[in-house]
C-alpha cells in the first residue's frame, strides 16, 4: 500500500483549517457542522452542565480508526455530535444511552467518494435525472454517511442540485462539479466541448468552498484533451483535485500521458479496475506504467466499480502485484445498484475476498477518501470530530460477488451495516440494537432525540409527515 508515501506527497494538503472557516459563506450544511463543532468545544450551555458527560456510549467494539492507528476493542462516546471520547472502560453511568456493541466493528462513518445522486429532476436516461437515486434511501443502510456526488451537475445546474437534493437530504453531500456546464446530462450534452470552461466552473467552485470539493471529467468520447485540460484549469484555480472518468480510449490522449504529464498530484484517477483504457500491462497483468508512474507521483487511484468499471481479471492480479486502491467508491447509481456494485460494503467485501484485510477496506472507506477530498476533520473518530459512526459486523458464511462481465469470486465473509450514527444521531439500526423491549417500561424518553433519530415518544413537536 502506497497510500502513505502519497499523503506526504499531496502538494495540496495542509489547506483544511483555511477551507473550514471559508464554511461560513458556504451552504447550510456546512454552517451546521461549524455551529455543532462551537457548541462541543464551549460545552457550558446549561443543559449541559445538568446531563450525563455522553449523549451516547457505544460499548465494547472493535474500533478501526486508520487515521489514529486504532485496531483495537475501545468503547466510543458521543457528546452533541462530536466524538467525546474514544478509549477502554469507559462508564456507561456517564452516558445517557449505552449500546453494546460487543462483537462487532466500529468505524468512521463511511466516505463514499464517486455516485450519483442528482435525482429528481425528472429527466430520462440522465444521471441529471432518472439514472441517479435518492441518496438517504441507499446510504444509511450501507454505513454510509458522506457521499460526494461525482459530477452529475456542472456549473449551470449545480445550484439546482444543491437546493433539490443537497439541501434537503440528510446525508452529508458533497459535489465534484462536471467540467461540462450541463452536467452529466447525456451525451448531446457531454460530448460538447464547447461547453467545458475550466475558468467559469472554478467561479461556481469558488463560490461554495468545502462543497464542491472536486471536478470532474466523464465520458468523454472524443480524440482532444479539451474536457482533461479544462477540468485541470478549474481545478488549479479552485484549489481542489479532478476525478478523471477517461471515457473512451483513444491513441491521441493515452493513459500514460493523462496520468505522467496531464493530472497534478492529488487528483483522482477513478475505474482503476475497469480495464477499459489500457490499466493493466498485458504481459504482467500487473498494473501498467503509467499506473505505477502516476502513483509515484502522488495521484490516487479509486475504484468507481459501477455497472461497467470492475473487472476480476484486472483487480485480482493487480492487487496480487501490490496495486491497491486508495478509496473504495461504488459509482452508485440507478443501474450499478442492481448489478455488480450493489453498495459500498458489496465492493468492500469482494475485494477482503480477492486479498484486501479488513483494516485496509476501512481506510479506504474514510480516512483515505477523506483526504482526497480534503475534509481532513471526516473518517476518522479523533476527539472532537464529527460524530459518524458506522458499527459493521463481519458476517462468516458463503457469499458470491461478481463483476461487470458476469465472473463470480466466492467469499467467506461479509460486511454488514448493523448501526450507523450521523452526526451523533443514530440514522440506520438494523437488528435494533438501541431499542427496547417493546413491553419494557419507557424510562426517562425526555433526552431520546440527543442521540437518536427514532425517539420513543415519537409525538415531538415538528413535521408530523416525518413519523408516517
Ligand atoms: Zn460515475
Not at 481506510?363 to 477523506?370: C, G, R, V
Request: proline share 4%.
Amino acid at each position: 500500500m502506497t497510500f502513505a508515501g502519497t499523503v506526504h506527497g499531496n502538494t495540496m494538503s495542509g489547506e483544511h483549517g483555511r477551507i473550514r472557516s471559508r464554511y461560513l459563506d458556504g451552504g447550510a450544511v456546512m454552517r451546521r457542522l461549524i455551529a455543532g463543532a462551537a457548541l462541543a468545544f464551549l460545552g457550558t450551555s446549561a443543559s449541559a452542565q445538568s446531563l450525563p458527560a455522553y449523549d451516547l456510549l457505544l460499548r465494547g467494539g472493535h474500533v478501526i480508526d486508520a487515521k489514529n492507528h486504532i485496531d483495537a476493542i475501545m468503547d466510543v462516546a458521543i457528546k452533541d455530535g462530536h466524538i467525546a471520547r474514544v478509549g477502554p472502560g469507559l462508564n456507561s453511568g456517564d452516558a445517557i444511552k449505552t449500546i453494546d456493541v460487543r462483537g462487532l466493528y466500529v468505524t468512521p462513518g463511511l466516505i463514499d467518494l464517486h455516485v450519483h445522486v442528482y435525482n429528481g429532476t425528472g429527466e430520462r436516461r440522465s444521471y441529471a435525472g432518472d439514472l441517479s437515486v435518492p441518496p438517504d434511501g441507499f446510504t444509511f443502510r450501507s454505513g454510509v454517511t458522506t457521499v460526494i456526488d461525482a459530477g452529475c451537475s456542472g456549473w449551470r445546474n449545480f445550484e439546482d442540485f444543491k437546493d433539490r437534493i443537497i439541501d434537503r437530504s440528510n446525508t452529508r453531500i458533497l459535489a465534484m462539479l462536471n467540467i461540462v456546464g450541463s452536467g452529466m446530462r447525456g451525451d448531446r450534452y457531454e460530448q460538447n466541448t464547447f461547453d467545458m470552461d475550466g475558468e467559469v466552473t472554478a467561479k461556481m467552485a469558488a463560490r461554495y468552498p468545502g462543497l464542491i470539493v472536486g471536478i470532474k471529467t466523464a465520458h468523454f468520447l472524443g480524440a482532444e484533451w479539451t474536457p482533461v485540460e479544462q477540468a485541470v484549469i478549474a481545478g488549479t484555480r479552485a484549489n481542489i483535485p479532478v476525478m478523471v472518468d477517461f471515457g473512451a480510449d483513444r491513441p491521441t490522449r493515452p493513459l500514460y500521458d493523462l496520468l505522467t504529464k496531464k493530472l497534478r498530484p492529488g487528483d483522482i484517477y477513478t475505474h482503476m479496475y475497469s480495464g477499459l483504457r489500457q490499466e493493466q500491462d498485458p504481459r504482467t497483468l500487473g498494473p501498467s506504467k503509467g499506473f505505477v508512474e502516476g502513483r509515484a507521483r502522488g495521484l490516487y487511484f479509486d475504484t468507481g466499480t459501477g455497472g461497467g468499471s470492475f473487472k476480476f481479471s484486472l483487480a485480482v492480479p493487480m492487487i496480487q502485484q501490490g496495486f491497491k486502491p486508495d478509496s473504495i467508491s461504488t459509482d452508485l447509481h440507478m443501474g450499478s445498484m442492481n448489478s455488480a456494485t450493489k453498495d459500498i460494503l458489496n465492493v468492500a467485501s469482494k475485494l477482503i475476498a480477492i486479498g484486501l484485510t479488513l483494516q485496509e477496506v476501512v481506510a479506504d472507506m474514510t480516512a483515505h477518501p477523506a483526504q482526497e477530498i480534503r475534509h481532513d476533520e471526516l473518517g476518522n473518530l479523533s476527539a472532537g470530530a464529527i460524530a459518524d459512526v458506522a458499527v459493521l459486523s463481519l458476517q462468516k458464511g458463503r457469499f458470491g460477488f461478481t463483476d461487470m462481465v458476469n465472473g463470480r469470486v466466492e467469499g467467506t465473509q461479509k460486511l454488514v451495516a448493523e448501526l450507523t450514527i450521523k452526526d451523533g444521531k443514530i440514522v440506520y439500526d438494523l437488528n435494533g440494537l438501541e431499542a427496547l423491549p417493546w413491553n419494557a417500561p419507557q424510562g426517562d424518553t425526555s433526552q431520546d432525540s440527543r442521540w437518536t433519530s427514532f425517539p420513543r415518544s415519537p409525538s415531538q413537536p415538528g413535521d408530523s409527515t416525518t413519523h408516517h
